[in-house]
Structures are given as structure tokens and as C-alpha cells.
């Protein structure tokens, strides 16, 4: 029989997911050995990232029963931005494609950093750029 801990310990990358994507959380107990949770999601997109995160732990998911509704009045998680460290070769346009699937995009980028970069022509391996959500 496990424990809420154990369980919440099992599902912790869910758990971080239903955080990062604003998910208001009802409830969080065990309930007939199985972790049970209950919350609103802001959009149909949060909720389909917390069922991927759980599916990544467990496809069976057997020990959890997850009940997420939609509630579209509630904020939406604010976008991820993530770090990207420049590599000998690299140019914004080639980051870029890499991040949006589209090289013209570089100046997405270039914006986000102008506080390190004064040309978008101009970046030197070793750089720590930041790249905002597409």
C-alpha cells in the first residue's frame, strides 16, 4: 500500500507540470491505494501536458486517478523562456531554426538580449543567450 508521499514522490515531473501550467489544484489525497487528484486547468493545452507528464511516469497510470477540468478564466501559465549557450558556429538565425523552426525569426532572440548583444551579427561562443517561448 503506498503512501501519499510515495506516490507523490512517483508523480512529482505531473506535479511540476500542473504548477508550471497554472492548474489550481483541488485535491491531493490517497484514496483506495491510488494517489487522487482534482483540479482546473486554464486551457485544453494545460491540461493535455499534465496527461503527457503522467504518461511519461507511468502509461498505466494504475495508481492515480487524475480528474482535470477546463476553466478558462483562470490566468494562463506565463511562457517558458530557456537558456542557450552560444557554440563555436553558431549564429542567431541558426539558433533560431533551431528553437522555432524558422531562421528568420533570429531578431526574437536578438531582442530578448540586447542588454549583451549590440549586433545580431555578433555573438561569441561561450554566451548565455536567452531564447523566449516561440
Known amino acids: 500500500m503506498a503512501t501519499l508521499d510515495e506516490l507523490k514522490t512517483k508523480y512529482a515531473p505531473a506535479l511540476k507540470m500542473i504548477e508550471a501550467q497554472g492548474i489550481k489544484l483541488q485535491n491531493l489525497h490517497v484514496q ?78 536578438f531582442n530578448a538580449n540586447v542588454d549583451q548583444l549590440k549586433d545580431p551579427n555578433k555573438i561569441n561562443p561561450g554566451q548565455v543567450l536567452r531564447i523566449p517561448a516561440a
Request: charged share 25%; hydrophobic share 35%.
Open 32 to 109: 483506495d491505494n491510488k494517489l487522487f487528484l482534482k483540479g482546473a486547468a486554464p486551457s485544453e493545452n494545460a491540461k493535455n501536458a499534465v496527461w503527457t507528464a503522467i504518461k511519461a511516469v507511468d502509461h498505466a497510470y494504475g495508481d492515480l486517478m487524475a480528474d482535470i477540468t477546463i476553466d478558462p478564466s483562470l490566468p494562463q501559465p506565463k511562457p517558458k523562456e530557456e537558456a542557450y549557450t552560444v557554440k563555436a558556429g553558431d549564429t542567431l538565425s541558426k539558433i533560431s531554426k533551431q528553437y522555432y523552426g524558422d531562421a528568420n525569426r533570429y531578431m526574437k532572440i
